[in-house]
Every structure is written in C-alpha cells, then in structure tokens.
C-alpha cells in the first residue's frame, strides 16, 4: 500500500521552469530516501536527483545541476523537484522514487530505490 504520486509536470518552453510534486503514503516518510528519475524516449532511466531522508545530503545528475533543485517536507511527506531554465533535452517522464535509508551502503543515495511513482511528463519546447 505504498504510494508515491507525482504531480506539476506539463509543457513549457525551453527556459521556463516547472515544479514536481510527490506526495507519499504508506511508509515513514522521514526514513527513506527520496529519488527523482526520468527517462526519455529512445533512452534509459536515470536518476535526476536524490535527497536523504532529513534533507540534509543531495545528489544530482551533472547535466541538471545548478538548475535543478530538489527539497522535502517531511511534516507533509511530500517530496519536491524545482526545475528552472529547463532545455528541450529535459523532456522525459519524471518518477518520484523512494527507498529505506541505509548508512551502511558505499552510496546511500544511489542504492537500489524499492517504491515508484507512476511519472508524470515535462516537455521543454524549443
């Protein structure tokens, strides 16, 4: 009965700037990792961005960083991907992603994620 449901994506030109939403249910929020992925026509899923279960560390994907921000509200279990100056090669299905934290891994943030979203889509015209 987990459940992870995105939300905020659309279509906006390139330059603009959308935010995703991802509210959870179903798991203690505040212990689990939060991921962000998306996966474009003709390529393979990735991770965009990851967030520890207290905010405290980040992770990003080089071609987002400095533009892409992700964030968290555990008070409302709810997960957050600021996206600005968004670029046609953005335009992918975004999923909201979430996995137990684990201190013992060599990559906390990058581990296998357990619980997906069903993505919602962004699309940066140019």
């Known amino acids: 009965q987990v459940q992870l449901v995105e939300s905020g994506g659309g279509l906006v030109q390139a330059g603009g700037s959308l935010r995703l939403s991802c509210a959870a249910s179903?798991?203690?929020?505040?212990?689990?990792?939060m991921g962000w992925f998306r996966q474009a026509p003709g390529k393979e899923r990735e991770i965009v961005a990851a967030?520890?279960?207290?905010?405290?560390?980040?992770y990003y994907v080089d071609s987002v960083k400095g533009r892409f921000t992700t964030s968290r509200d555990n008070a409302k279990n709810t997960v957050y991907l600021q996206m600005n100056s968004l670029k046609p090669n953005d335009t992918a299905v975004y999923y909201c992603a979430a996995q137990p934290w684990d201190s013992r891994a060599t990559m906390p943030l990058l581990r296998r994620y357990d619980y997906w979203g069903q993505g919602t889509q962004v699309t940066a015209s140019s």
């Open positions: 179903g798991l203690t929020f505040s212990s689990y990792t």
């Open positions: 967030i520890s279960p207290s905010g405290g560390s980040t």
